[in-house]
Nanobody, 117 residues
Framework: QVRLVESGGGLVQAGGSLRLSCAAS????????MAWFRRTPGKEREFVAS???????AYADSVKGRFTISRDGAKNTVSLQMNSLKPEDTTVYYC???????????WGQGTQVTVSS
């Protein structure tokens, strides 16, 4: 199992930026895919971005061009740089890891992002 701890959420005005970080511990970090998801109460969980062990990235259409995911193997962290934030980006963001599985099976506790208009 991998322990994931998110940080960096907060309140920002529309058009502003935030950087989320996720610290991983418990396993060799570089060997598994990492991702960010978000979930608003009453709605299904939404994929935001992912980065594979080899560094390949993928993004949801709704954030493409605004968000950037990256990983730092030396620090065992994965980050999500969020620029040009919109009120509709407001929700809880979760870090996830795909450990020995084809699905994301390790999750952080979530961090709140609020974008005011």
């Amino acid at each position: 199992q991998v322990r994931l701890v998110e940080s960096g959420g907060g309140l920002v005005q529309a058009g502003g930026s935030l950087r989320l970080s996720c610290a991983a511990s418990g396993r060799t970090f570089s060997s598994f895919a990492m991702a960010w998801f978000r979930r608003t109460p009453g709605k299904e969980r939404e994929f935001v971005a992912s980065v594979s062990g080899s560094g390949s990235t993928a993004y949801a259409d709704s954030v493409k061009g605004r968000f950037t995911i990256s990983r730092d193997g030396a620090k065992n962290t994965v980050s999500l740089q969020m620029n040009s934030l919109k009120p509709e980006d407001t929700t809880v963001y979760y870090c996830a890891a795909q450990v020995g599985s084809l699905v994301y099976n390790n999750w952080g506790q979530g961090t709140q992002v609020t974008v005011s208009s």
